[in-house]
């Protein structure tokens, strides 16, 4: 899968739409954008997309559905770690530090999960 940094603005905007709705044609996706451009470069971005190797494309009847070619969590857990090494350095520990420190409160069961998996990661030596 290519870099998720290699996206334009529009292209991730085209991914969010896909992964909101898990599979898409293309004038579901143009209703899911914000000042969305037109179908046919909507048709254009998308075929950049399969290039890049983000989604890929099923025939269904007349429209192309289509799907990303990696899971959410995969997606996520690619993104947060280029963040994580962007602007942290690599620095878990900071940026965990930088959201907490944000406006939105963490829950107890929140905080209570963080505790589980960091005793889990000082168990496998991780």
Do not use: C, W
């Amino acid at each position: 899968m290519s870099d998720p940094t290699e996206l334009s603005r529009r292209e991730r905007q085209i991914m969010d739409a896909i992964f909101a709705q898990g599979e898409a044609t293309v004038n579901q996706i143009v209703a899911a954008l914000p000042d969305p451009p037109t179908p046919m470069a909507v048709r254009r971005m998308l075929h950049i997309l399969k290039e890049k190797g983000f989604v890929k494309g099923r025939q269904d009847g007349r429209e192309v559905v289509y799907s990303p070619r990696q899971s959410r969590e995969n997606a996520g857990k690619r993104a947060l770690q280029h963040v994580i090494d962007t602007f942290f350095g690599g620095a878990v520990d900071e940026a965990l530090a930088a959201h907490l420190a944000g406006r939105k409160p963490v829950s107890p069961e929140q905080l209570s999960r963080l505790d589980y998996l960091i005793e889990q990661a000082r168990k496998e030596g991780r």
